[in-house]
C-alpha cells in the first residue's frame, strides 16, 4: 500500500491505494493516528483508489473520526 499525504493547506490530505484489509491495514492505521495526535489539522481522506474496504478498515475509519471529533474537527 502507498500512503500519500499533503500537508501543503490547513487540511491534511491521505491518500493511498490498494486493500483496506485485515492484512494490510496496520501501516494505515499507524500513519492516520500518528497525524491525528500530532497535527490541529482536519483530515480529508481519498478513497478513490482503495481497491477493497472491510470491516477492520471500517472501524479504523470510525476510530479516527472519533479522535478528530474529540479534538474538534
Known sequence: MNINIDNSTDTAKVSFDGD???IGI???KDTLFELSSKSSK???LDLSNA?????????????????QKAKGR
Do not use: Q, R
Request: net charge negative.
Open 20 to 22: 483496506i484489509d485485515m
Open 26 to 28: 496496520k501501516e494505515l
Open 42 to 44: 482536519d483530515i480529508e
Open 51 to 67: 481497491t477493497y474496504l472491510d470491516s477492520s478498515g471500517i472501524g479504523m475509519l470510525l476510530t479516527l473520526n472519533k479522535m
